[in-house]
């Protein structure tokens, strides 16, 4: 799967992602948010950069922490 596709699905899931949390209530949905700020700083972690694709990497991380960001707002 090439950059443009793999970001075209990331900003798919984001869509509904952002779309269901918004249905919840407040306190779920800021449970939801720390989880997945969680998630983010796994992501930062080391082990996923070794032998993957750099661009593909970079790509996933930026779009994670964009989810983080909205989730955030969102509670």
């Known amino acids: 799967m090439n ?3 793999l970001l075209g699905v990331i900003h798919a899931q984001e869509l ?3 779309s269901l949390i918004r249905t919840m209530p407040p306190d779920e949905r800021r449970k939801i948010a720390d989880e997945f700020q ?3 700083e796994l992501a ?3 082990h996923l950069s ?3 694709d750099r661009e593909i990497t970079d790509a996933f ?3 994670i922490r964009k989810l983080s960001i909205l989730l955030a707002s969102l509670s």
């Open 3 to 5: 950059t443009q596709a």
């Open 16 to 18: 509904l992602i952002v």
């Open 38 to 40: 969680q998630q983010v």
């Open 44 to 46: 930062d972690a080391p």
């Open 50 to 52: 070794s032998g993957h």
């Open 61 to 63: 991380k930026a779009h």
